[in-house]
Structures are given as structure tokens and as C-alpha cells.
């Protein structure tokens, strides 16, 4: 398989994961509480939000990629 084909196939399959699952969330220990011997901490979420735009393109920049990969 050529390279441009792979990072085509590549790029699609993000684009498809970037419109499945709309954000990446990740959990983050914050300190809230800090006396002495007394630590009190505290988990948070924390959501990135991603554009469908940015899932299209890459499906679009694959596609792209993919049909100029095969035509060489």
C-alpha cells in the first residue's frame, strides 16, 4: 500500500472517531484541601469539545488522499 493510501485510511478513520464521539474527555486530580498532614483532593472532568467540521475534513482530506493514492 502506498503512502499517501495509508495516511488516507489513516485520516478517515479519525474523521469517523472525531463525529462518533463528538469531545475527548479526561479525568484531572486537583488539590483542594492542603493543611499540614491534611490533603483533600478532588477528581474532575474535563471535556475537549471537537467541531464536526474537523471530523469532515479529515473523512474529506482521506477520501482525497485515498483516490489520489490508487490513481498513481
Do not use: C, D, F, W
Not at 485520516?11 to 479525568?27: D, E, F, P
Amino acid at each position: 500500500m502506498k503512502t499517501s493510501a495509508l495516511i488516507g485510511v489513516i485520516l478517515i478513520v479519525l474523521g469517523i472517531a472525531a463525529l462518533a464521539y463528538k469531545g475527548i474527555s479526561y479525568t484531572k486530580k486537583e488539590t483542594i484541601l492542603n493543611i499540614g498532614p491534611i490533603h483533600a483532593e478532588a477528581e474532575r472532568q474535563h471535556t475537549i469539545p471537537l467541531p464536526p467540521i474537523i471530523g469532515v475534513a479529515a473523512v474529506v482530506g482521506g477520501i482525497v488522499l485515498l483516490v489520489a493514492g490508487s490513481r498513481k
